[in-house]
């Protein structure tokens, strides 16, 4: 298959250019076969000693974080890496870490502590699942190894599952270019009075920012398990995401670039040999799981790592997360030329009832748990903007083929069963396409007699390049059922979740070209408890 020019991806990709200009992989249009991702020897002794003086440095240099809160635990994640952006730094050997978890910031009472082996298989990183804590509640925790303190940091416990819960505060994020921005919107995020962060993909880009970079970063695009954990080496730098992962426990989902653009199931956009891409994506699945605060159970095996889960927060919100890029079926009506979206006018495959986003498996769980859920608000924690978004092409509908509008039919499965069983206040949180969407979610965007059955919040990117403001605005016209857009700020999604009343805050910062760029609410909405469909309300002011 011959490269394809980048002028051409812009042109193929129409209105969404923002998104394909991130796709130019020149180093990966036409990558050699490239074998597995080895694995380094385990050496049989556990190594004691100083390690901060014998690398120079701490081995904490990606920070602390936690996840996936339940009533009683939460997961308790660090990785030892004294040379980040160099596979680590550490030598291919078991490193004993002992964690403690305190009730007081001071660390003066600890209520737990135990040891971790951090293995060189994977990484040295460090996942503690921690039970037998209080529901409902904040604790703090560290890690030492080799008699080197990692920073402190903060987490919180889910309160119990039947307990009533009058108020939950979130915020969540997407899509973060690290070339392209500080992190900016993280520095106020810090700031805010919140239970957790829900994080929903592109943590990382494996493309470089090519042009108008903002931070230096190397113009290398990873394939090796070595290459993706040094780009979570850089993008984990970051002091501002360092601190937002130190103070709240993150809920985490992926979207494509953390391992490729636009990747669905074992097709990359290059339409490379399905094995070879089937090998770069267990390689970027071990490193998302090594970086991320997920479980011991969703460690990945070869190319396949479990993500979907739910995670219930007393008896007002559980959150369905999801996983729309393993599973799913490939895009439709693409060239050959190029795989993954584009926008593309209708065709018979694009509507055809057996595609999935979720896989059939995944498609089931999610409708299962949704119809047995007794919560007021059921969240479904997804990556894409699920919305119809009719475009015209040379006079015809047309459709980007990445997002939900390329699985019409799988989207009207789910809004179609939303419809049909009612379960209690369902609201969709999304982000991969960089800007800010409010929408009523039908299960006929065509008929606008059709019922609002969900509400949508989709939140900008934390720095990544926004789509065409005008052109974008334009087609809104033939979809009433978009309440809200805008793409020429950067920020997060800020949602204040109480029993009568969901209450979201568009948060936008002035600019990511510097830390600490002033930030501001762009809009305020509200959600009744019982009357899917969001209402303007004035912004809130501060942040
Ligand atoms: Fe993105």
Known sequence: MQPLGRRRLLVRAGEFAGLAALAGLPGCANAPPHPAPAVVPVAPAIVR?????????????????????LPGGV??????????????GMPPVPMPVDWEIAADEAMRTIVQRGSATALPEFGHAVHVEVGGLQPARWYWYRFTAGGVASAIGRTRTAPALDAPL????????????????YFSPYHHMAGE???LVVFLGDYIYEVPSWAETVRPEPKTVPVTLVEYRNKYGLYKSDPDLQAAHALFPWIV???????????ADDQSQERDDPAWFLRRRAAAYQAYWEHMPLRQGARPSGPWLTLHR??????????????????????????????????????????DPRRSMLGAAQERWLLDGLD????????????LLMAQVKRRLNGAPAFWTDAWDGYPAARQRLLGFLAARRPANPVVIGGDIHSYWVTDLKPDFDDPRAPTVATEFVGTSITSHGISYARTRAVLADNPHIKFFDSRQRGYVRCEVTRQRWLTDLVAVESVTRRDA??????????????????PVAPTPGV
């Open 166 to 181: 009058e108020q939950l505060r979130f915020a969540f994020a997407s899509c973060q270019h690290y070339g392209q921005g």
């Open 253 to 263: 989902t992926w979207d494509d670039h953390e391992v490729a653009n636009d990747y």
């Open 193 to 195: 009075p919140l239970d």
């Open 372 to 383: 047995r859920s007794t919560v007021r608000w059921n969240v479904i924690a997804q990556q």
């Open 310 to 351: 739910r995670l219930r927060f007393g008896d007002l919100a559980e959150f369905s997360v999801v996983d729309d890029r393993q599973y799913r079926s490939h895009q439709p009506c693409a060239p050959l030329e190029r795989a993954g979206g584009n926008v593309e006018p209708d065709c018979a495959e694009r509507r």
């Open 518 to 535: 002033p930030a501001a609410v762009l809009a305020s909405f509200v959600v009744e408890s019982g009357r899917p469909g969001a209402l």
């Open 75 to 88: 997961v308790l994640w660090t990785r030892l890496a004294p040379a980040p952006q160099h596979d680590g």
């Open 49 to 69: 000693g100083p390690i901060g003086s014998r690398f120079g440095t701490t081995p904490f240099t990606l920070g602390v974080a936690s996840g996936d809160p």
